[in-house]
Nanobody
Framework: QEQLVESGGGLVEAGGSLRLSCAASGTIFAFNARWYRQAPGKQRELVAGFTTGSSVVYANSVKGRFSLSRDRAKTTLYLQMNSLKVEDTGVYYC??????WGQGTQVTVSS
């Protein structure tokens, strides 16, 4: 059974850092694996994702602060988050197209 499990979320003060991990079991990540987030009362939005040729796209709001990476085996996806802001608060989900989502990990940034 394909499964993605996120970890690394938590409570951090503004300006701090967190590193999210997403481990795949029963599968490997698609070439275009992504991280999404959903803030309270808002729609889920793309944070960062691999595209063709291992290029990475980032949401404008996180450019220069977040970094997406993965291991060579393509079984673990990472999101390094630096200079965190209160507006980065939300539930972060990893996603491996076309249909496999993680259960989410909460990130809370306090002022």
């Amino acid at each position: 059974q394909e499964q993605l499990v996120e970890s690394g979320g938590g409570l951090v003060e503004a300006g701090g850092s967190l590193r999210l991990s997403c481990a795949a079991s029963g599968t490997i990540f698609a070439f275009n694996a992504r991280w999404y987030r959903q803030a309270p009362g808002k729609q889920r939005e793309l944070v960062a994702g691999f595209t063709t040729g291992s290029s990475v796209v980032y949401a404008n709001s996180v450019k220069g602060r977040f970094s997406l990476s993965r291991d060579r085996a393509k079984t673990t996806l990472y999101l390094q988050m630096n200079s965190l802001k209160v507006e980065d608060t939300g539930v972060y989900y990893c996603y491996s197209p076309p249909k496999t989502w993680g259960q989410g990990t909460q990130v809370t940034v306090s002022s």
